[in-house]
């Protein structure tokens, strides 16, 4: 089994796909956004509604699918090719290259305003999944055996699935000043985290061994697998019952922001969001220690992903590495793990000769663990009838150049909004196809004036 085949097939499709924003910030450029809340909840309005739809998904990676594909002899061939030269594929990737992906579905929304204060009811369903891959596991990939030791301590899976019940309160203090929070109740469904605290790694010239240790924490309550006489788990040896189960596994977190109006053109907003986590419950938690050897490596195309038996081989590599990476069963079963959280600032001027229209900024900072991530935007925003609302922004990140746009029709007592922000990703050499850029969000919601 050619091992190389495996690791190329790992990092093109985890860095390359789509679909991180912690809250829809073109929403704040827009006039009557409803759920304004969830990006700041000091910014929540004064019109009682229910939300009948929301649903936003993103993607946020620090390398872009460039760094993995190269053009030769007019065709595409992947960075593993012995056309392109290692210092490229050095240039072009990080010493952690991660990919984190996140979804929030909106399942139910009420607002209500009552005696000066607005408050609001939220059900949402909300995960993320990340995979993080050190730059030397690629550059090993490329080089082959070359003698020596290394260290791959980085590598890790992460992936989180819970429910989310909030309740929020905002209140102007003046005419000047508002303030608004609000909390949250976290119920895990499912988790899982694998992570690779030492991978040690000695290179010969015609073979490379690998001693690992690692962690694997999964929370599943739908599957249990087996632990032999000898405590190691067995992949093999598993049950299944099919039944959706209540959360085991609970949480909480807090939003809070502050609106500042010093004048009637000029709106300022801070916000910090999602300050939490959740105490996991793994029923299956287990720890690794072993070897894996590899050798054998070869040239790479695109076209070769196509051939009939590459999913054969992944899958005789997926059980040989667990045949040598035995997993032992542990005792510890609870775990804190916080949630990613934002801290925002917004600012919008609306123009003296054209009320309507508006410019702004906006500013966010989302650190999670071993992913943060900041961007700032400029942004423009026309009201031109009171059924048409939208707006557009460009500014950098952490990984480069971004873009967004967003816009809010009113028809009757419904708000459709939709909103999309992106990256710039580039095309395939002596190509046409686009490749995915290093940062992507889609968000989509409805709401009903009650």
Not at 30 to 37: G, P
Not at 424 to 448: E, M, N, R, V
């Amino acid at each position: 089994m050619n091992k190389k085949i495996f690791i190329a097939i790992a990092l093109i499709a985890g860095i390359a796909t789509s679909a991180y924003a912690q809250s829809f910030q073109e929403g704040f450029m827009l006039k009557d956004y409803r759920l304004i809340y969830r990006y700041n909840p000091a910014l929540a309005g004064e019109n009682d509604f229910l939300s009948l739809l929301q649903a936003s998904t993103s993607m946020r990676s620090n390398v872009g699918a460039s760094a993995f594909i190269y053009p030769y002899d007019g065709q595409v061939v992947t960075f593993l090719h012995s056309s392109v030269p290692s210092e490229t594929v050095r240039a072009n990737i990080r010493e952690n290259n991660y990919l984190a992906k996140n979804f929030d579905f909106n399942m139910f929304s009420y607002g209500m305003f009552r005696n000066g204060a607005m408050h609001t009811f939220e059900f949402n369903i909300r995960g993320m999944y990340a995979l993080s891959v050190p730059g030397e596991l690629c550059m090993l990939a490329k080089n082959g055996t070359t003698a020596g030791t290394f260290d791959f301590s980085r590598l890790r899976a992460q992936c989180d699935v819970y429910a989310e019940l909030a309740y929020g309160y905002s209140r102007k203090l003046s005419d000047v000043f508002s303030i608004g929070a609000r909390v949250k109740l976290l119920g895990g469904f499912y988790a899982l985290d694998y992570n690779v605290t030492r991978l040690d790694l000695s290179a010969s010239q015609s073979r490379y061994q690998a001693d690992i240790e690692a962690e694997m924490r999964l929370t599943d309550h739908t599957i249990g697998f087996g632990v032999g006489d000898d405590g190691y788990v067995n992949f093999k040896d598993f049950t299944y019952n099919g039944i959706v189960h209540l959360p085991k596994s609970y949480g909480a977190a807090i939003d809070l922001g502050i609106a500042v109006n010093p004048t009637e053109n000029l709106n300022l907003a801070a916000s910090v969001v999602d300050l939490g986590g959740i105490f996991w419950y793994f029923g299956n938690a287990s720890s690794s220690a072993g070897s894996v050897t590899f050798t054998g490596l070869k040239d790479l195309s695109v076209e070769e992903f196509n051939e009939d038996g590459l999913l054969d081989q992944a899958n005789a590599l997926k059980d040989e590495f667990l045949d040598q990476i035995r997993l032992v069963s542990s005792e510890t079963k609870t775990r804190f793990n916080s949630i990613p959280f934002s801290a925002s600032f917004g600012a919008k001027y609306s123009m003296p000769f054209y009320s309507r229209l508006s410019a702004g900024i906006t500013g966010q900072y989302v650190g999670y663990q071993w992913m943060p991530y900041w961007e700032g935007r400029f942004a423009l925003a026309c009201n031109p009838v009171d059924w048409l609302d939208f707006t557009a922004n460009i500014g950098t990140g952490a990984h480069g150049l971004v873009w967004g746009g967003a816009a809010s029709i009113c028809f009757h007592r419904f708000r459709l909004n939709a909103g999309l922000a992106n990256g710039f990703g580039g095309t395939i050499p002596d190509k046409s196809t686009p490749l995915q850029p290093t940062y992507k969000c889609a968000t989509f919601g409805l709401t009903y004036d009650l």
